[in-house]
Nanobody, 121 residues
């Protein structure tokens, strides 16, 4: 059973930094795109950043220059380094990955349980 487990959320003051981690576990054959999404209070889930298996990255305009996504393919982990945090970054952050598990060549979409990030002004 493939799972994504996030860690690293919490409460931080505006201007501060946080690092989110997401580890994929289970019997994994390959991982394609890994990414982070967030859902602010009362709003829809939105893309924050994603990273392809070869390292190419995409960022939402709202986080460019402040957030950095990276991954460790050997350990099946994706990170989100967040700096210069703003109150509007407050949201539940979700990890997402396209994973092919053992015995199945197809990539399937997996989500983590979410981790709360709260930025106080």
């Amino acid at each position: 059973q493939v799972q994504l487990v996030e860690s690293g959320g919490g409460l931080v003051q505006a201007g501060g930094s946080l690092r989110l981690s997401c580890a994929a576990s289970g019997v994994i054959r390959s991982i394609g795109v890994m990414g982070w999404y967030r859902q602010p209070p009362g709003k829809q889930r939105e893309l924050v950043a994603l990273v392809k298996s070869v390292g190419q990255t995409v960022y939402a305009d709202s986080v460019k220059g402040r957030f950095t996504i990276s991954r460790n393919n050997a350990e099946n982990v994706v990170y989100l380094q967040m700096t210069s945090l703003k109150p509007e970054d407050t949201a539940v952050y979700y990890c997402n990955a396209d994973i092919a598990s053992d015995g199945d060549d197809r990539l399937h979409d997996y989500w983590g349980q979410g981790t709360q990030v709260t930025v106080s002004s």
